[in-house]
């Protein structure tokens, strides 16, 4: 086997974290706009520069040509280079450094000039726009080279032009402007450049703190991966904002909260209505496993708050396994029925025995008949005044239930409940949540009992339930529609605190309601009044015409 390491290959292109290319591209920028910038500074820098230096020459040949003596001299003296027109011209061109400084008659006949054998010749560029009484500024080529011209007429006392003055400035001082402001230029542009690499610097290490130091890659697939588990996974996540607004709902937390995507961006108050489950994701209820009523669904959520100031809460639907609880427990208390039943029906075949073997058979008939016939009575007095089958079983396994807790359920004298309810289900949810906290309460308590009264008027039920306990409080009473609050301790396998609420909530979705006061001599009464918990009554059949009989008929 070679021992010789792999060669590791260099890779070119651009660098994968995201503070490293959020940096480049921030100093690529920052360049460009430097490089633009002089660019565009340096464009009509030369332009400005030569403008200048006409402007300067028209300047010196506007001042030149205000000299009286110089009109008088041109008229009175010869074009010499020793002349006064000449010394007059080389003051100036000195004073001001122009490159030349040159008086010109009306024929265009040089009268100085920098160089002293030009004078007397004619000038080697067109003056006539001077002559005939034009100002000119122009960049052009003579004699002496490329040089910034300025030309004026020259005016007698009486304004008669008797000649020109043309002042030139050397082409390659207006160049050397140029390049001597360029290092300065190139300095500006350097230290903008720093001062924006060292911002690049700072921002791209706030990028780097704020994405952990991640590639773009990772970033893109942790994004894809959240998006996957958010929607896969069966617990409800609604995340939060640092305003306290909605900003990311999975789909089970639309489906278990009964909202769409058009909470996005608003509050739990306006999203979900007030209520606990918008004081839970708001923060406004602290605590771990929170339960909460949304519609018929029982939650428990958990909300944890996160670096930026929002908070993310999580939602699981209990509703399946809070109706397991609930029938777990009617299965024990029917189990623990059937148990004690079993040791009563013993007794009970024991006595039927002896009675046998007595030969007292009239009592043995009679003893078997008050036993079939107390159980019978219940439930026929239960169907009769009940017509729904689901509701009139639950009545009836309570009543047993309900017998061996020691509790007499009675079902009141005035209920009356046909069969046409609209919603069965919810109705039992509700009669049996009432009647198992009511046997809770009444159990252990001298003369035990617990009443049920059903009343249907129109299509609207109304239901009581009272019992023999010790009643709720007044200040209490609004409390026990809280979810999760509760005086008794929970069992094993589900939560307090669920009853009520679901009760009061089931009733409100029919426009209806639930409230706890206190039973006539003691004891709690809860009213539950539910306006459209049954359809509307078929129409009665419409009479048929009695029919006549002829007397021929009637004989037959």
């Known amino acids: 086997m070679s021992t010789t390491p792999p060669v590791r290959r260099l890779r070119l292109g651009l660098p994968r974290r995201v503070f490293s290319q959020v940096l480049l591209m921030q100093l690529a920028i920052a360049a460009g706009v430097a490089v633009l910038a002089t660019g565009l500074f340096l464009a009509p820098l030369g332009d400005q520069l030569d403008d200048q230096a006409m402007r300067r020459a028209l300047a010196i040949a506007q001042t030149t ?36 400084v040159v008086v010109m008659d009306r024929e265009g006949v040089r009268w100085s000039h920098t160089d002293p054998r030009r004078i007397g010749q004619v000038v080697s560029t067109d003056p006539g726009q001077a002559l005939s009484g034009r100002e000119v500024m122009e ?17 007698d006392g009486d304004g008669e032009i008797v000649g020109a003055v043309s002042v030139g400035i050397a082409y390659d001082s207006v160049r050397a402007r140029l390049i001597h402001a360029i290092p300065g230029l190139f300095a500006y542009a350097g230290g903008a450049l720093a001062v ?63 909202i769409g ?16 489950t918008a004081d839970v994701l708001a923060g406004r209820v602290t605590g771990t496993d929170l339960l909460t009523v949304r519609g018929r669904r029982v939650l428990v959520a958990n909300r944890m708050p996160t670096d930026d100031g929002g908070a993310v809460a999580t939602l699981r639907d209990r509703t399946e396994l809070e109706q397991l609880g609930r029938e777990l427990d009617s299965t024990r208390g029917l189990i623990d029925a059937l148990r004690a039943q079993d040791h009563e029906h013993a007794n009970r075949m024991h006595t039927l025995l002896g009675l046998l073997e007595l030969e007292m058979y009239d009592d043995a008939v009679e003893f078997v008949g008050e036993v079939v016939g107390d159980h019978r009575v219940t439930a026929e007095q239960i169907t009769e005044r009940i017509q729904d089958p689901l509701l009139a079983a639950l009545l009836v396994g309570k009543a047993t239930v309900a017998a061996e807790r020691g509790v007499a359920l009675w079902v009141s004298d005035r209920t009356r409940l046909p069969d046409r309810l609209v919603d069965p289900r919810g109705l039992v949810t509700i009669v049996g949540n009432l009647v198992d906290n009511a046997l809770d309460a009444a159990a252990g308590t001298p003369h035990a009992r617990v009443e049920v009264e059903l009343r249907a008027e129109g299509r609207a039920a109304t239901l009581t339930v009272r019992d023999t306990g010790p009643g709720i409080p007044v200040d209490h009473r609004e409390l026990v529609f809280t979810e999760g609050w ?8 589900r939560e307090r605190g669920i009853g009520l609420p679901l009760v009061r909530r089931l009733a409100e979705r029919q426009g209806g309601g639930a409230t706890v006061g206190e039973a006539y001599g003691g004891g709690a009464e809860v009213v539950v009044v539910l306006p459209e918990a049954l359809t509307e009554p078929a129409p009665e059949p419409a009479l048929t015409a009695p029919v006549t009989t002829t007397a021929e008929e009637e004989s037959r």
Not at 145 to 150: C, E, K, L, Q, W
Not at 261 to 276: F, I, N, W
Not at 486 to 493: Q, R, V, Y
């Open 196 to 258: 924006g690499a060292l911002a690049s610097w700072i921002i791209s290490r706030r990028v780097q703190r704020q994405t952990r130091d991640l590639a773009f890659s990772d970033i893109a697939g942790l994004l894809a991966e959240r998006e996957a588990m958010l929607h896969g996974i069966r617990e409800g996540v609604v995340a939060l904002d640092r305003g306290g607004r909605v900003r990311l709902l999975n789909d089970e937390a639309q489906r278990l909260l009964g």
């Open 65 to 100: 040509a205000q000299q009286p003596q110089v009109v008088r001299d041109l008229r009175t003296t010869r074009p010499t280079p020793d002349g006064p027109v000449q010394r007059a011209a080389e003051r100036v061109r000195e004073a001001t450094k122009a490159e030349y």
């Open 139 to 155: 960049i052009d080529d003579g004699t002496l080279g490329r040089s910034a011209r300025g030309k004026v007429p020259l005016r």
């Open 261 to 276: 995507g058009e909470a996005v961006g608003r509050s739990p108050d306006e999203a979900l209505g007030a209520g606990r």
């Open 486 to 493: 509760s005086t008794k301790e929970p069992p094993a396998h």
